[in-house]
T-cell receptor
Framework: AQSVTQPDIHITVSEGASLELRCNYS??????LFWYVQSPGQGLQLLLK??????LVQGIKGFEAEFKRSQSSFNLRKPSVHWSDAAEYFCAVGPPGNKLTFGGGTRVLVKP | SAVISQKPSRDICQRGTSLTIQCQVD?????MFWYRQQPGQSLTLIAT?????????ESGFVIDKFPISRPNLTFSTLTVSNMSPEDSSIYLC???????????FGPGTRLTVL
């Protein structure tokens, strides 16, 4: 069975500082991995995805993620956080075009 | 890509009643899904809405409580039946096509049950 773990429930970061969100997955085959962001009162927006190839994936809004098969991880990073990055972030795994399994989410708070 | 709309966007209901949520997509899609997001929680898949046949429910969800219809490739409904306060959640519709390489989500329906 597939599963996703996001170890950090909350992260507080100062504006301008770097951000890293952790994601560990369990998947029986080649994982298809996604990061979504949910801003307050908003729907889910895809930040980036990984299927194969280069293990460092670039996404929207200055985010990137690195796939590490040996660690079963797909951590999300941003070099410099903006106040508008305050949101809930979800890591998910699943085959393209089919149902997804989501992690528990990490809520990011940005201090001025 | 796909643009998804949901109706209603939010509702407040009395316990024991039922609410039907609509999901409309701007293009024909193969896969449609319904997720539940309880307050402060992650997304949990309720069911896959299959066009022309009964929905496929995940463990812990049953048709009597969450009947789903999918009359065509652009539309689906989810009914939350005999509601209790524990059903207070955001309900999200999503769609996918193998060619999309991603899943698109609707804006969600925020349901409060009193």
């Amino acid at each position: 069975a597939q599963s996703v773990t996001q170890p950090d429930i909350h992260i507080t970061v100062s504006e301008g500082a770097s951000l890293e969100l952790r994601c560990n997955y369990s998947y029986g085959a080649t994982p298809y991995l996604f990061w979504y962001v949910q801003s307050p009162g908003q729907g889910l927006q895809l930040l980036l995805k990984y299927f194969s190839g280069d293990t460092l994936v670039q996404g929207i809004k200055g985010f990137e993620a690195e796939f590490k098969r040996s660690q079963s991880s797909f951590n999300l990073r941003k070099p410099s956080v903006h106040w508008s990055d305050a949101a809930e972030y979800f890591c998910a795994v699943g085959p393209p075009g089919n149902k997804l399994t989501f992690g528990g989410g990490t809520r990011v708070l940005v201090k001025p | 890509s796909a643009v998804i709309s949901q109706k209603p966007s939010r509702d407040i209901c009395q316990r024991g009643t039922s609410l039907t949520i609509q999901c409309q997509v701007d293009s024909q899609v193969t896969m449609m899904f319904w997720y539940r997001q309880q307050p402060g929680q992650s997304l949990t898949l309720i069911a896959t809405a299959n066009q022309g046949s009964e929905a496929t429910y995940e463990s812990g969800f049953v048709i009597d409580k969450f009947p789903i219809s999918r009359p065509n490739l652009t539309f689906s409904t989810l009914t939350v039946s005999n509601m209790s306060p524990e059903d207070s959640s955001i309900y999200l519709c999503s769609v996918a096509e193998p060619s999309y390489n991603e899943q698109f989500f609707g804006p969600g329906t925020r349901l409060t049950v009193l």
